[in-house]
C-alpha cells in the first residue's frame, strides 16, 4: 500500500466539510462562552456563600489577575449578564442568574457522571471545569440517563 493511501481517511469516516466544520464551530463558541459561564458561575457562588462577590475574590478564586477580572466584568455587564455598584462588589442580573443556574447544572451533571464512572471526586470536580463548556445537550441528557440506570441497579 502507497504511503498516500495509507494517508487517506475511509469515505465512510470521513463527513462532507459541512458537516465536519460544525463540531469546530461548537467548539469555538464554546471557548467563546466559557469565561462568561466561569464568571457568573463563581459570581453565584460567592453571593450564596458571602452575600457578596468582589472583584478581589473573584480573581484569587480564578488564580488572575485583579485587572484580567475587571475586563471581564467588563464584558459581562455589556452582555447584560451583571451590574457593578461601587463599594458594593458585582450582582447578577436576572439573565446572569439564569446562566449560572444552567452552567452550575452542566457543571454537576457532568462531575456526577465522572463519578459514576469512579473518577476521584476532586479530579472529577476540576475535569468537569472543562467539559461542561463543551458537552451538547443531547450528551448531559445521556449522562442523566445513564447514571439513573446505574441507579436503578
Known amino acids: 500500500m ?12 470521513f463527513p462532507d466539510a459541512e458537516e465536519h466544520s460544525k463540531g469546530f464551530r461548537q467548539t469555538r463558541a464554546a471557548r467563546r462562552n466559557a469565561l ?3 464568571y457568573v458561575e463563581l459570581i453565584a457562588d460567592l453571593i ?15 488564580g488572575v489577575a485583579q485587572p484580567t ?3 471581564a466584568l467588563r464584558r459581562l455587564t455589556a452582555e447584560g449578564l451583571a451590574l457593578q455598584k461601587p463599594y458594593r462588589g458585582v450582582f447578577l442580573t436576572e439573565l446572569g442568574e439564569r446562566l449560572a443556574r444552567a452552567s452550575r447544572l452542566r457543571h454537576e451533571t457532568v462531575q456526577a457522571f465522572l463519578m459514576s464512572l469512579g473518577v476521584a471526586p476532586e479530579t472529577a470536580r476540576i475535569d468537569a471545569e472543562g467539559i461542561e463548556h ?3 445537550d ?3 441528557a ?3 440517563h445513564s447514571m439513573e440506570g446505574s441507579k436503578r441497579r
Do not use: N, W
Open 48 to 62: 450564596a456563600d458571602g452575600g457578596e462577590a468582589r472583584q478581589v475574590d473573584i480573581a484569587a478564586r480564578l
Open 36 to 38: 462568561l459561564e466561569d
Open 134 to 136: 463543551h458537552v451538547s
Open 69 to 71: 477580572v475587571a475586563k
Open 138 to 140: 443531547e450528551t448531559l
Open 2 to 13: 502507497s504511503r498516500r493511501a495509507q494517508s487517506q481517511p475511509r469515505a465512510a469516516q
Open 142 to 144: 445521556a449522562f442523566r
